[in-house]
């Protein structure tokens, strides 16, 4: 049976308190003698019933707006929060840039001290890096979840999670090993290393990651640094390779690809990053439509922080 209608002046009182007065739910439900769900209902009522209105006194802006459309479009997946950079410009590395801004607000807010925080590469994380401040709480631990690659700009795992370690003071668990090795012989000795054994210990306490995502093809940073062959990456594309993620290749719909050299690679899988409560993924550029479009649908990112540009193109 539902219940009884509440009387009009106590859940007016009830609604003064909250939204003029500034206490909280439960101080309200302390003062009334009531449970907090109690209280919920009852300011929910006071809105059903007309007696308040909730409006907003300024415009959402255009960022604001497409992330609420976007959270909305993918909330079938395991997308729970998108982060869009308020920027209009055609610029790549200007979109790069506020989008690492982004990306390092949204960690000022989320990390904790007891988080262990793990790192991959990209561009994008090394503005988001640069960015972070200083003074912010650091987690207890920062950690490679990808062995190194080369990188001329300083946007490899070793030096973004070094870099990192440093500014907020916080222990780093290096991976000190390429991403991808000569052989599996190679690889299984590393994996009995102690350092590294000690690093894949962090990783599966990981909390929180950030990560970039890659695209296929001659601008794919394996590629560039000399990891892949041409050859091997035409038969990944060929195969349907729409991204990367810590060199893990995946199809338009989120499914993971064979590769020949997986036996050679160090770095976490992309099964290791449904287990990861937050996992992030930061990118710019609309290129990277398709890595993004198939990263939601196989559930490898709970939050995304991405430019205007590539936003608007994951709308269209």
Sequence with gaps: MASARRDESFVLKI??????????????ARRFGLSRPTVVRVLREARERKLVEIRLTKELPDSTRIETELENRFKEYRLKEVVVADNIEDNLESAKDHVGQCAAKYLSRTLQKKHVFGIGWSTTLMCA??????????????????????????AGTYELANYLGTKLGAQVEHMPAPVLVASRQVRDTLLVDPIIQN??????????????????????????????????????VQKGAVGEILGNFFDEEGSEIAVPWADRKLSVELTKLKTIDNMIVAAAGKAKKKSILGAIRGGYLTTLVVDMKLATALLQ
């Design 15 to 28: 609604a003064a308190l909250y939204y003029m007065g500034g206490l909280t739910q439960e101080e309200i």
């Design 129 to 154: 890096v640069q960015h972070m401040d200083a003074h912010q709480t650091a987690p207890s631990r920062i950690v490679q979840l990808g062995g190194i690659i080369s990188s001329a700009n300083g």
């Design 199 to 236: 690093t894949l210990r962090f990783v599966e306490k990981c909390h929180i990651g950030l990560v970039g995502i890659g695209v296929v093809g001659r601008q794919s940073a394996l590629l560039k640094a000399g990891y892949l062959t041409s050859k091997e990456m035409t038969s990944v």
